[in-house]
Nanobody, 121 residues
């Protein structure tokens, strides 16, 4: 049993900030690549940022310079600090991870339930 739970979403005015957290729980041996994705109404889900177990980070162009992804391996947590938010950042934000279970099985592309981020203009 593995669960990813996102939190930290909310309503914020343009230019404001939010910090999202994703906590993984369950029979986890390790988490490999993990990241944040978002999906706005009428649009496809898109990558926001990823971070590997070794700390290699990639950002999507629209969030470059505004968002910061980080992880706390001891707490199985990945966070997304979002600054200078824009209305186009409005979306449901999901975390995703490749997880090695204690049983030795790999779980690829596990999704959380998402957290709503709404940025008003």
């Amino acid at each position: 049993q593995v669960q990813l739970v996102e939190s930290g979403g909310g309503l914020v005015q343009a230019g404001g900030s939010l910090r999202l957290s994703c906590v993984a729980s369950g029979s986890i041996r390790s988490i490999n690549a993990t990241g944040w994705y978002r999906q706005a109404p009428g649009k496809q889900r898109e990558l926001v940022a990823t971070i590997t177990s070794g700390g290699i980070i990639n950002y999507a162009d629209p969030v470059m310079g505004r968002f910061t992804i980080s992880r706390d391996n001891a707490r199985n947590t990945v966070s997304l600090q979002m600054n200078s938010l824009k209305p186009e950042d409005t979306a449901v934000y999901y975390c995703n991870a490749d997880i090695l279970l204690v049983q030795g099985f790999m779980m690829y592309g596990r999704w959380g339930q998402g957290t709503q981020v709404t940025v008003s203009s």
